[in-house]
Antibody, heavy 122, light 108 residues
Framework: EVQLVESGGGLVQPGGYLRLSCAASGFTFDDYALYWVRQSPGKGLEWVSGIYWNSGSTGYADSVKGRFTISRDNARNTLYLQMNSLRVEDTALYYC???????????????WGQGTLVTVSS | DIQMTQSPSSLSASVGDRVTITCRASHNIYNYLNWFQQRPGRAPNLLIYDASSLQSGVPSRFTGSGSGTEFTLTITSLQPEDFATYFCQHSYSTLPFTFGPGTKVDIK
């Protein structure tokens, strides 16, 4: 069974930083692209970032470009999101998600974690 | 960025009804279109990918169709567990992979 477990969320002041982690199990981790998607309280879904199975390419939403960095450690089956210069509007539940197909970045996400809550407030 | 819109934003329906949700993309996304269901307090659940491919384990009453810029999700014979919010998302080459604003399906 595929499992994705996010951690690292919490309360941080504007301008601060956090590093989110997503521990994966139940699939061949280094065969799949992975994504971060966030959801502000009571709002819709926003795709934040994605990374190829081999870290060969990454992508970001304009709203986080230059502030967030996605990475992965295939030896540890873990996905990361380094979030710097945090803003109030980054407050959200952050989900990690796995691509549907092996070696395909441009696909839907078929497995999701339960999310980790990031609150940016003074 | 590719913009995604959905209609309606909400609808009320009864158990057994046929429900259709429309998603439109601002640019041609071929068949790079996914549909998700999200129940309150839960993570999104993939229903349909590649516009019309049913995700494993999803009931066959969910069907997706369309290509290019216009897509539909149809639920035949709505069940009690289908009352939820539905989102479309593109996964075409232009990042970010934008989601639509969602369609909330509630009980009439």
């Amino acid at each position: 069974e595929v499992q994705l477990v996010e951690s690292g969320g919490g309360l941080v002041q504007p301008g601060g930083y956090l590093r989110l982690s997503c521990a994966a199990s139940g699939f061949t981790f280094d065969d799949y692209a992975l994504y971060w998607v966030r959801q502000s309280p009571g709002k819709g879904l926003e795709w934040v970032s994605g990374i190829y199975w081999n870290s060969g390419s990454t992508g970001y939403a304009d709203s986080v470009k230059g502030r967030f960095t996605i990475s992965r450690d295939n030896a540890r089956n873990t996905l990361y999101l380094q979030m710097n210069s945090l803003r109030v509007e980054d407050t959200a539940l952050y989900y990690c998600a796995k691509a549907v197909r092996r070696y395909d970045f441009y696909s839907g996400a078929d497995s999701w974690g339960q999310g980790t809550l990031v609150t940016v407030s003074s | 960025d590719i913009q995604m819109t959905q209609s309606p934003s909400s609808l009320s329906a009864s158990v057994g009804d046929r429900v259709t949700i429309t998603c439109r993309a601002s640019h041609n996304i071929y068949n790079y279109l996914n549909w998700f269901q999200q129940r309150p307090g839960r993570a999104p659940n993939l229903l349909i990918y590649d516009a019309s491919s049913l995700q494993s384990g999803v009931p066959s009453r969910f069907t997706g169709s369309g290509s290019g810029t216009e897509f539909t999700l149809t639920i035949t014979s709505l069940q009690p567990e289908d009352f939820a919010t539905y989102f479309c998302q593109h996964s075409y080459s232009t990042l970010p992979f934008t989601f639509g604003p969602g369609t909330k399906v509630d009980i009439k």
